[in-house]
């Protein structure tokens, strides 16, 4: 390296600030002479100095400590607890469970009895479908339809509970009963 380098790099640099490259977040805001109450709710919720004692919304506490102590006398008692939650949850899913079973046994049953009384109604309630295979008449019928009528045919996914239905409710819409409305015809 040339020592004119190696002289430049030693020497001492002094560094010149603006005003404006200072760092302002760090500084303390001044108060802009706003609604004095805000100011007071701040200082409220969120106090300066939080040394031992506790927070006015009562996030932190020192007696935590003593509290579970009195609560909990001992890491016996704790695991027992433990335990019994444990248990409790094994129990609500063993009985979950069950009752999942039985009820698919109850449907398996009514599926094996529509297959005695009827096969083709068991064919056609097993039946596997594509939602997004066209029949051939949606296809034509795609073709004469508007672009907003196309997306909501589209949209429709057989099986399904139609979108445009509203659930029930207590109270009428705010907008009333709309009598121009039809739903719109799905060819099979």
């Known amino acids: 390296m040339s020592t004119s380098l190696l002289n430049a790099s030693k020497a ?11 760092r302002s977040y760090a500084a303390k805001p001044e108060s802009q002479g706003g609604d004095p109450r805000r100011e007071v709710i701040r200082r409220v919720l969120y106090p300066s100095q939080l040394r031992n004692r506790p927070t006015p919304v009562g996030t932190w506490r020192s007696d935590v400590g003593r509290a579970i102590q009195h609560a909990i006398p001992s890491k016996q008692a704790h695991q027992t607890i433990e335990r019994a939650w444990l248990l409790h ?3 609500v899913r063993k009985q979950r469970d069950t009752e999942l ?3 698919f046994e109850c449907m398996k049953k009514a599926m094996d009895e529509l297959e005695k009384i ?3 109604l068991y064919l056609e ?3 596997q479908e594509d939602p997004r295979a066209r029949s051939r008449t949606e296809v034509d019928l795609i073709k004469t339809l508007k672009t907003s009528e196309v997306r ?3 949209a429709r996914i057989r099986g399904l509970f139609p979108r445009e239905l509203k659930i ?5 819409s705010r907008t009333g009963w709309n009598y121009e409305s039809r739903p719109f015809p799905r060819p099979l």
Request: hydrophobic letters at 25%.
């Open 118 to 120: 009827d096969t083709r």
């Open 12 to 22: 001492n640099l002094t560094l010149r600030t603006s005003p404006s490259l200072a």
């Open 89 to 91: 949850q094994r129990h």
């Open 152 to 154: 909501v045919l589209e």
């Open 101 to 103: 079973r039985r009820k």
């Open 125 to 127: 309630a097993n039946r």
């Open 168 to 172: 029930p409710t207590d109270t009428p």
